[in-house]
């Protein structure tokens, strides 16, 4: 029988810490009860009660399922933060009745609702709370945004502009080759790099940018559209796609990721070698390793990647501005003014010593759109720049 109680003690004695684990995740302040307005993210209403936000799923007590297909929430809910239990949970109140009234007066702790008749009007369009802002990402979510190397080889193709304009934006006018019948709106596109995996040197594909968007106005050979948005200048030669039918969902679950994923970050929207919160990245792992819509990652700065052997290389090289081929010597002097050194430069830090350095966590990036081997993220938190080659893993 002492040993049957022994062993019944080892084995609830793993679950006493994940008890503790759960209340560890709020925050200090978190309120007991939040009335959801516009203009609030899951992001940012998790950021009010957890200190780590893919948890969310967690307090929710949410299973798989739930997490593919949330339950939705809307302005004027209210979320309270049961603490009754021995295990926080949030959750929505009913409700009873659709009274603009009827959630503020819950907030207030009042249980009873005087009801009257009203007239109440409400859109038809779709107010769920997003997960992330959508206007941060909704250019980003027409396909195709990575493609192979010769898939817009065959896309229709802007073949002139009016008045033979270098480059053309929104109200210009411009005549397309290979137009298809059928289609009023077009999104524009340029293949831009590869997209190349820092670890393997494998090209994962190609980013394709979205220019902007056009509308057919007349069709023939060439056939006539004008350009009605334009984030980025249209040249003759950029390629054009039908526009996505697809209506996007923003009603995804911040979460980690249930499997191991390690991967890079290949690139940053527009090409620049670094970006910061709500900067747009490509990933170097796709929906093939496990991640998936709503997946939250860390941002590592990795003390041993190449990006710290080229701040280490001499300014001019091979492409410096001599033209020479060959690479100039570099000498270092001693500063010794007076005759008597000022300070010991002591020994220069070598490749092996970076690789002892340990990666530095500084942010988070959440997953907003996934292919078979590259996803692309926006960050959510960064405390200092986010740069090619960085390392993202579970959190």
Do not use: C
Not at 373 to 386: D, Y
Request: net charge neutral; charged share 25%.
């Amino acid at each position: 029988m002492r040993k049957a109680i022994i062993s019944l003690i080892l084995l609830m004695t793993p679950l006493l810490p994940a008890l503790a684990a759960d209340v560890a995740v709020l925050k200090e302040d978190a309120p007991d009860r939040y009335i959801v307005v516009p203009g609030d993210t899951l992001w940012g209403i998790s950021g009010r009660f957890l200190k780590d936000v893919w948890k969310w799923p967690d307090v929710w007590r949410m299973n798989q399922e739930q997490l593919r297909n949330p339950h939705r929430i809307y302005p004027g809910d209210v979320i309270v933060l049961d603490r009754s239990g021995a295990d926080p949970q949030l959750r929505l109140l009913p409700r009873a009745v659709d009274d603009p009234g009827a959630a503020a007066a819950a907030a207030a702790g009042r249980d009873t609702v005087r009801l009257s008749p009203r007239t109440r009007a409400q859109p038809l369009a779709d107010k769920a709370v997003p997960a992330i802002p959508p206007s941060a990402i909704e250019p980003f979510l027409s396909r195709p945004l990575v493609v192979g190397q010769h898939e817009l080889d065959t896309a229709p193709v802007i073949m002139a502009t009016e008045e033979n304009r270098v480059a053309i934006g929104a109200g210009s006018i411009a005549y397309a080759d290979n137009l298809q019948r059928g289609d009023q709106v077009w999104h524009v596109f340029r293949r831009s790099d590869p997209l190349i995996d820092p670890d393997t040197g494998e090209t994962l594909g190609y980013l394709a940018i979205y220019l902007g968007e056009a509308r057919l106005r007349k069709f023939g050979d060439p056939s006539t559209i004008e350009i009605t948005k334009s984030p980025q200048e249209i040249y003759v030669g950029d390629r054009l796609l039908p526009s996505a039918k697809e209506v996007p969902t923003f009603s995804y679950v911040p979460r980690a990721p249930w499997r191991p994923v390690r991967g890079r970050i290949m690139t940053t929207y527009g090409n620049l070698g670094e970006t910061g919160p709500l900067g747009i990245v490509a990933l170097s792992k796709g929906s093939q390793d496990g991640l998936e819509v709503g997946h939250v990652l860390a941002i590592y700065r990795s003390q041993s990647t190449s990006r710290y052997e080229i701040r280490r290389s001499p300014l001019y090289g091979e492409q410096g501005l001599s033209g020479n081929d060959s690479p100039r010597t570099y000498y270092s002097e001693e500063i010794t003014p007076r005759d008597a050194p000022m300070y010991d430069r002591g020994k220069p830090v070598s490749e092996a010593d970076f690789a002892r350095l340990p990666d530095e966590r500084y942010g988070l990036v959440m997953v907003f759109r996934t292919f078979n081997r590259t996803a692309f993220g926006l960050v959510m938190q960064a405390s200092r720049p986010v740069t090619v080659n960085d390392l993202v893993t579970n959190p």
